[in-house]
C-alpha cells in the first residue's frame, strides 16, 4: 500500500480508452503536452491510421502532431495506471471487465462522462470480476473536447470547456484523481462534492430522449432532417422537459444535493438567456446546426435512456421522489423500440 | 304511448345539429331527396348565409340548390321529432342539455358519429336534465359524407361511405331508428349489435392521438406542414399504434364483441393492401394529401382523447384488461397540453 497522502505526483503515462471523437482528440491533447499516452479501441479498424503511424494529426484550438506511445484494441498491450475512459456510458460495464485484471488500488479511472451513475456501475462491475483492491474512480458531468474526428488519423479540437465537474466514488479520493491527473488537464474541471451531482447533473438526458420521441414521424421521415434542438425542442416540448427536469432536481435534492436545472446550466455554459426553457434554447448558438437522429437507433435513446432517466427512476424510487414524467418518457422508449431498459439499464445507488 | 311495432314511417322532417362540414352537407343531402330539413348551430355566424337564403349549394357526388326549411341558432326554433347530430363529440354533452326540454319517447337521436360511448353519454345527460320517457338515442361509427364546406351556403360532398355502422343505445331500438330514418339515407348504413361495437370501432381514436404526440416539434415547428398519415405515421409509430390497437381489440373483446383491427378497417374501407399497418396507412389514397394539425389545441387530441382513449381505458378498467400503451397515450396528452383529460372525458360503460 503507498502512502497517498504525500508525494503524488502526476502519471506520466495515460491510457485513453476508446478510439472515438473524444479518446482521438484526448490522446492527441495529452501527447502534445508531454504525457505519454496508449490509446485503446475496441475495433481495430477505427484506430488502424493511429497504429501505422503512431501518430495522431490535430487542428483547432489545439494543433500540431501528437506522437502516441501506442495504440492497440489489445488492452493488455497498452493498459497504464492512469485510465481515461473516453467511451460512450454503454461501453462502461464491459471496460470494466476488460480492465479487472489489470486493476489494483494505485490505480485511477476517470470516466468521461460517467452519464448517471457511471462511477457506481464501473465499482461493482470490478467487484463483480473479483477486483479487491478497487481503482480510484471518478467520474465527469460532461466532456472537456468539443471535437470531432476526421479520416484516418486526423482530429479538429473546435473548443474546451471549463469548469467540467468531476467527482470521485469516494468523495475522499479527488484530491488524489486530481493529483495523478496531468497537470495542464486539472484546470478544465471543478470538483464537485459527490458522484451524485455529477451524474445527476447529466442534462443529456432531459434535453435527448423526450425530444426524439415526441419527434418518432419527422426522425424517421428520411427526406427530412430538422435541427434537433431548434424544430424538435418545440414550445410544448420544452414545457414538458421543464417537468422532467424539475423531477431531476427534485431527486438530487431529495439525495441532499443542490443540482442546476437545465435552464441555468445553460445560462452558465453558453450564456444562453430567456425566462424559460425553451427561450434559452433558442438564444444557445451551439445548438444551432445540430441535426436530429435519422434513426431511433441512436444513443439519444440507447444510451441516455438506461444510463440516465432508468438510473434517475431507479433513485428516485428510492428516496420517495415522484417522477411521473421521467416514467411516461422510459414508458415509450421501451414501448417503441421494443426494449426493456429497465433490465438492461443502471440501478444503482 | 304510441304503438311502435306497426306503421312505423319514415320522419318527414330531420333536425340536423350543427353547421359544421358533415352538418351542412347531411342537410343539403336530405333536403335534395326531398325531406323537409332544419339545420341548427350554436353560432349564427357559421350558418348565416343559409339562414338568409334559406339554400344550401351542393356540388361533388351530390348536386344542387337544396331548400331548407328554416335554420337557426335557436334550437327551440327547429327541433323536431327526428335529430341528427352532426357535431364534433365533445358538443353531444351540450346538445343533450340543450334538447332534454324538448326530448320524448318517441324521438329518435342519431349520433354521427358516438365516437366512444356518445350514445351512453346523450342518454345519461338527458335523464341528469330530468328527462324520464327517454329518446331512442343511436350513434354511429362514422360519418357517410366525405365533404368539405365552402364559403357562405357551398358545400361540397366528395364522396359517400356505405356500409357506416350504427348501433341503438337499447338494441332492441335499433329497428325504430331504421325505421323512422329517411328511406333513402338507410342504405349507407349497417347494424351494429351494441353501442359497444360502434364505440370500440372508433378507430380515429388510434390513429390520431399518437402520431400528434409523436410529432409535437413538427407540429409545432411553423414553416413545415407534413402529411398526418403519410409523414407522421413513419414505421415505429404505426407498431405502436398497432399495440394501442390490440388493446382496444381485447377490451372489446372481453365486453363479448369482436371487433375489427384498424388494419382490416383500413382494407374493408379502403382497398388498403399490405401486411401491417404501416403497408396499410401507405397504400391508402384517401390519406395521401392529408395535412398535420399545426398547433396541439385540434380535435385529434381535445376530442379524441376524453371521448375516445379515456372511456376506452375506462371500460378496460372495468373489464380487467390491461392497456398499458393506451394509458401512456392519455397520461402523455394531459402532461403535454396540461390538462386532466380523464377529469373531462367520458368514463361510462
Same mark, same amino acid.
Given at each position: 500500500?503507498?502512502?497517498?497522502?504525500? =508525494?503524488?505526483?502526476?502519471?506520466?503515462?495515460?491510457?485513453?480508452?476508446?478510439?472515438?471523437?473524444?479518446?482521438?482528440?484526448?490522446?492527441?491533447?495529452?501527447?502534445?503536452?508531454?504525457?505519454?499516452?496508449?490509446?485503446?479501441?475496441?475495433?481495430?479498424?477505427?484506430?488502424?491510421?493511429?497504429?501505422?503511424?503512431?501518430? $495522431?494529426?490535430?487542428?483547432?484550438?489545439? %494543433?500540431?502532431?501528437?506522437?502516441?506511445?501506442?495504440?492497440?484494441?489489445?488492452?493488455?498491450?497498452?493498459?497504464?495506471?492512469?485510465? #481515461?475512459?473516453?467511451?460512450? %456510458?454503454?461501453?462502461?460495464? =464491459?471496460? !470494466?471487465?476488460?480492465? !479487472?485484471?489489470?486493476?489494483?488500488?494505485?490505480?485511477? &479511472?476517470?470516466?468521461?462522462?460517467?452519464?448517471? #451513475?457511471? +462511477?457506481?456501475?464501473?465499482?461493482?462491475?470490478? +467487484?463483480?470480476?473479483?477486483?479487491?483492491?478497487?481503482?480510484?474512480?471518478?467520474?465527469?458531468?460532461?466532456?472537456?473536447?468539443?471535437?470531432?474526428? /476526421?479520416?484516418?488519423?486526423?482530429? %479538429? $479540437?473546435?473548443?474546451?470547456?471549463?469548469?467540467? @465537474? $468531476?467527482?470521485?466514488?469516494?468523495?475522499?479520493?479527488?484530491?488524489?484523481?486530481?493529483?495523478?491527473?496531468?497537470? #495542464?488537464?486539472?484546470?478544465?474541471?471543478?470538483?464537485?462534492?459527490?458522484?451524485? &451531482?455529477?451524474?445527476?447533473?447529466? &442534462?443529456?438526458?432531459?434535453?435527448?430522449?423526450?425530444?426524439?420521441? @415526441?419527434? $418518432?414521424?419527422?426522425?424517421?421521415?428520411?427526406?427530412?432532417?430538422?435541427?434537433?434542438?431548434?424544430? /424538435?425542442?418545440?414550445?410544448?416540448?420544452?414545457?414538458?422537459?421543464?417537468?422532467?427536469?424539475?423531477?431531476?432536481?427534485?431527486? *438530487?435534492?431529495?439525495?441532499?444535493?443542490?443540482?442546476?436545472?437545465?435552464?441555468?446550466?445553460?445560462?452558465?455554459?453558453?450564456?444562453?438567456?430567456?425566462?424559460?426553457?425553451?427561450?434559452?434554447?433558442?438564444?444557445?448558438?451551439?445548438?444551432?446546426?445540430?441535426?436530429?437522429?435519422?434513426?431511433?437507433?441512436?444513443?439519444?435513446?440507447?444510451?441516455?435512456?438506461?444510463?440516465?432517466?432508468?438510473?434517475?427512476?431507479? *433513485?428516485?424510487?428510492?428516496?420517495?421522489?415522484?417522477?411521473?414524467?421521467?416514467?411516461?418518457?422510459? =414508458?415509450? !422508449?421501451?414501448?417503441?423500440?421494443?426494449?426493456?431498459?429497465?433490465?438492461? /439499464?443502471?440501478?444503482?445507488?
Amino acid at each position: 500500500m503507498v502512502e497517498k497522502t504525500v =508525494d503524488i505526483k502526476p502519471a506520466s503515462r495515460v491510457f485513453v480508452c476508446g478510439g472515438g471523437h473524444q479518446g482521438v482528440s484526448m490522446a492527441a491533447h495529452l501527447a502534445l503536452e508531454g504525457v505519454d499516452v496508449t490509446l485503446w479501441n475496441r475495433s481495430q479498424d477505427n484506430i488502424q491510421a493511429v497504429i501505422d503511424t503512431g501518430q $495522431i494529426e490535430c487542428t483547432g484550438v489545439i %494543433s500540431g502532431v501528437a506522437e502516441i506511445e501506442k495504440a492497440s484494441s489489445d488492452l493488455s498491450e497498452v493498459v497504464s495506471d492512469f485510465v #481515461f475512459v473516453a467511451t460512450p %456510458s454503454s461501453a462502461h460495464k =464491459d471496460i !470494466a471487465r476488460l480492465l !479487472a485484471p489489470f486493476a489494483h488500488g494505485d490505480m485511477v &479511472v476517470v470516466l468521461s462522462p460517467g452519464r448517471t #451513475f457511471g +462511477a457506481l456501475e464501473f465499482s461493482k462491475t470490478l +467487484a463483480e470480476e473479483g477486483v479487491e483492491d478497487l481503482p480510484h474512480i471518478a467520474e465527469t458531468q460532461t466532456i472537456v473536447h468539443t471535437c470531432r474526428r /476526421g479520416e484516418g488519423n486526423r482530429t %479538429s $479540437i473546435l473548443a474546451l470547456k471549463q469548469d467540467v @465537474m $468531476i467527482a470521485a466514488l469516494e468523495p475522499s479520493d479527488i484530491s488524489y484523481v486530481l493529483a495523478r491527473m496531468p497537470a #495542464f488537464l486539472r484546470r478544465y474541471y471543478i470538483e464537485a462534492p459527490s458522484v451524485i &451531482v455529477t451524474s445527476l447533473s447529466n &442534462v443529456g438526458m432531459v434535453l435527448h430522449c423526450a425530444p426524439v420521441l @415526441m419527434n $418518432i414521424g419527422w426522425v424517421e421521415t428520411p427526406y427530412v432532417g430538422f435541427k434537433h434542438y431548434y424544430e /424538435g425542442i418545440s414550445p410544448s416540448v420544452a414545457r414538458f422537459l421543464e417537468k422532467v427536469d424539475a423531477e431531476r432536481v427534485a431527486v *438530487a435534492k431529495a439525495l441532499g444535493y443542490d443540482v442546476e436545472t437545465t435552464t441555468a446550466w445553460l445560462r452558465r455554459t453558453y450564456n444562453s438567456t430567456g425566462s424559460n426553457l425553451y427561450e434559452c434554447i433558442r438564444t444557445t448558438d451551439a445548438y444551432k446546426e445540430i441535426y436530429a437522429p435519422s434513426s431511433l437507433q441512436h444513443r439519444y435513446l440507447l444510451e441516455d435512456v438506461p444510463n440516465g432517466l432508468v438510473p434517475l427512476e431507479y *433513485a428516485a424510487t428510492h428516496c420517495g421522489v415522484d417522477t411521473p414524467h421521467i416514467t411516461m418518457v422510459i =414508458d415509450l !422508449a421501451c414501448a417503441v423500440l421494443d426494449r426493456d431498459f429497465r433490465a438492461e /439499464g443502471r440501478k444503482y445507488l
